[in-house]
Nanobody, 126 residues
Framework: QVVVVESGGGLVQSGDSLKLSCAVS????????VAWFRQAPGKEREFVAA????????RYADFVKGRFTISRDNAKNTVYLQMNSLNSDDTAVYYC???????????????????WGQGTQVTVSS
């Protein structure tokens, strides 16, 4: 059974940094792409970043490029999202998800991910 648990959210001020963690239980996380999505109040869920199983390819949404960095530690079954220069537009619940398929391109929509966490709230005050 695969369980996804996010942590690290909180209340910060504009310009601050925050690092989210995503712990994924179950075997062979190293074989799967993992991604972060977010959903702000009244808005649809959107893709933020993803990292492939080999830890050598990353994809980012345009609105986070240069500010957010996704990384993974397969030995710890954990994926991270380092968020810098946060602003109020980054306020949302952040979700971590493990891809459905082992092979293929990095999915950037929720349909490509099978296992999801409950989310962690990030609030940025201006």
């Amino acid at each position: 059974q695969v369980v996804v648990v996010e942590s690290g959210g909180g209340l910060v001020q504009s310009g601050d940094s925050l690092k989210l963690s995503c712990a994924v239980s179950g075997p062979t996380l190293s074989q799967y792409t993992v991604a972060w999505f977010r959903q702000a109040p009244g808005k649809e869920r959107e893709f933020v970043a993803a990292i492939n199983r080999s830890n050598d390819t990353r994809r980012y949404a345009d609105f986070v490029k240069g500010r957010f960095t996704i990384s993974r530690d397969n030995a710890k079954n954990t994926v991270y999202l380092q968020m810098n220069s946060l602003n109020s537009d980054d306020t949302a619940v952040y979700y971590c998800a493990r891809a459905t398929a082992i092979f293929g391109a990095i999915p950037v929509t929720g349909q490509g991910y099978l296992y999801w966490g409950q989310g962690t709230q990030v609030t940025v005050s201006s």
